[in-house]
């Protein structure tokens, strides 16, 4: 197995063009590319993307998880110990595109992995196909496919665990369309008998779920199984979600959050931020629905969450007075008071 190890790192380093002890000094990008040429047949390629000594770019690709594990746990090898945990990314719709997904993965990064605080490393995304023109084709192809992708996720989450005893080093953030295709993966573990604590924490923004999804699929209450702790984000003002919410004619969780009478897994809070208003460009202040990449209060407070802060020692976050689980963040000197949900 050493030499195994020993030959795929070598050939790795050199499509790289870059000594050991260089390319894990830089940024390495992991990715999960996911090809559906038809309904319910997928295609997933592992990639791993770097920059020689010239600045450009370069790209090894393997149809080979143990390949992409192999270096990936490498690489982790030779972080600092107080800098060791990954963060897995799964985009909503058309964030699988290149200047979409490049300018989420800037933002992730410097949110992330540059804050002084952070305690991550490295972010492996999940590129699936949700980047045709309509919404419902999208959502189409994500049911047809999602077992399939669960299988993929799975595979990987267990393999990137293997080695780090019994606590996970994996943090996960979904967004948007993205978190329905989560919540089929929840859906896939809990009918396959693969529930594990895969993850340290679970980050869902600005789900994409039906109001009363907890009620339609009561197996999504095993995502308690899945974390230590579960954070799910909503937002009033989520322009996006409002037009989702006309297309699917019913309410979305990341619009509206938890029902008055939903009682959610002990480990599992909703943070309502739609009295935060400070993303740093217009377009996402606009539409609030790119909170989990934009908003520096936001991020601020899913980072806190990543590195373990538990409730009352988080900054401008107050607990509901009404609902079991439910918080409120606000912006620096001003409190958000409940409000029906």
Known sequence: MEKILALLVAMFLANCCLAQSDI??????YNILIDSPQDSVIDAVYEIETTDSN??????????????????????????????????????MWGGRRVNFNKAYKLLSEAYIDHEESDI?????????GNKMEY??????????SDTIARIFLDFVEGANLGFEKRSRIDL??????????????NYASENDRLETYFDQI??????????????????YNIQNLADRTHVYFSHRDMTLSISKNLNKQSRFGLDGPKENLVLPHNVYAIDVTNVKD???????????????????????????????????????KASEKYQNVFYLSMPGKEQKDSNN
């Open 203 to 220: 980050i869902v923004a600005a789900p994409d779920w039906d109001i009363d999804v907890f009620s339609i699929d009561s197996a999504l």
């Open 136 to 145: 419902k084709e999208n959502k189409k192809t994500l049911y047809s496919i």
């Open 55 to 92: 600045g450009d770019s370069q790209i090894y690709q393997t149809a080979s998880l143990d390949s992409f594990l192999i270096v990936l746990h490498n690489d982790m090898s030779n972080q600092d110990t107080s800098k060791n945990q990954m963060l897995f990314y799964i985009h909503g």
């Open 173 to 186: 953030i979904s967004h948007s369309l993205g978190t329905e295709l989560f919540k089929e993966i929840v």
């Open 121 to 129: 490393a490295r972010i492996i995304s999940m590129k699936w196909p």
């Open 24 to 29: 894990y000094d830089q940024d390495v990008q």
């Open 279 to 317: 993303d740093n460009n217009m377009p996402d202040l606009m539409t609030g629905h790119n909170y989990y990449r934009a908003s520096p209060i936001v991020t601020g407070d899913m980072l806190l969450s990543m590195i373990g802060y538990r409730n009352g020692k988080y900054n401008n976050r």
